[in-house]
């Protein structure tokens, strides 16, 4: 079967390597020989092994017959979005991993699939090369999904690895990232949390059998967090990671992306540098955890690849519909319920701690010895919802015994 390659970048000279390189294993996977037919890039490759298969006319390949499947790898939402509609309405199924086009515009895409007769998939657009998608929608489907908890960003768990390891501050830990490869220019997306909240909300809109807006999702990324927070967090017993979690709550849907303090005990406390996983919850088979690289070249491609071989292989049961509800399906923000690890600066440590007692009710007082911080009282708080949170914090930085409220970091429950 022929395919196209739209975007020779990372992820798209990735796929047409892994297919050049182990093209007769995957040919045995899928039945037959999967060839790369057309490239479509505006740059120029002249020392690239697939220089001949290149192109600049889109028209090349959504008018090509012979063209059964095209692999976008262009990102963003603009132009692959374009060439994604163009595409399954020409007949031809898509596999992509632009994470962002698939949380954005994922239900439309899929019916215009399904109405096509052909397949959208986008294995890859989560987790890199960590089998989840597929899990998700096949091998637990006969599960009802209670819910999802993960680490799935590479690039902000490298950087909290690395504070956490060389007692370092975030910017000196982004700027090895971005030193290493495992940042980009502008970190914006992964260290402010967007990429992760497309991910997450991908998915809980399969967990769910039901749209998640990426939109809709509360966000914090992990800028704001200091040494000062990891070592409160060691004298938890615990680490601080960016976490993503998703839950059915009644009729509704609760999800949220944030830095969150971490026991030890947790599964999720061990994963460390560049690597992701993502525990799913379901009712007959309990916890399941997906682990590995969640990101780079040669794993990409190979969700990618891996997508290929299974319209291949099983084109009639790669088919998937994500329904957009008439009503409001998510718990509002307000309403969800956490415990928090919240750090403040005292005027009068004596003051501010009964201050604290009287917003708060009975809290745990965490001690840790952090230089040139002996003026802070850092405790955690009982459960109570983000709303009540966010009252009590507005009043305890109102208070004269306190003079900052320097960060307010949830805390994961089991």
Known sequence: MDIAILGYGVVGSGVAEVIRKNGRSIADRAGEQIRVRKILDIRDFPDSPDRELMTRDPGEIFGDPGIKIVVETIGGTGAAREFTIRAL????????????????????LLKLAADNGVSYLFEASVGGGIPIIRPLSQCLAANVINGITGILNGTTNYILTKMRRENCSFEEALKNAQQNGYAEAD???DVEGHDTCRKIAILSSIAFNEYVDCSRIHTEGISRITLADMLYAE???SVIKLIA???RE???IFARVSPAVVSREHPLAGVEDVFNAIVVSGDAIGDAMFYGRGAGKLPTASAVVADVIDIVKHNERTKMVWQRRETDNMVPFGDSVTRCLVRAKARDRSEAAADIERLFGQVDHVRAD??????????????MTESSLAERIAALKQMKSVKEVVNVIRILEP
């Open 235 to 237: 004298a938890m017993d």
């Open 250 to 252: 009644g009729d509704r």
């Open 187 to 189: 970190p914006t997306a």
């Open 245 to 247: 979690v998703s839950r």
């Open 370 to 383: 952090i230089k040139g911080i002996d003026d802070e009282l850092a405790f955690t708080t009982s459960r």
């Open 89 to 108: 309405s020409a007949g031809k199924h898509v596999v992509t991993s632009n994470k962002e086009l698939v949380a954005v515009h994922g239900p439309e």
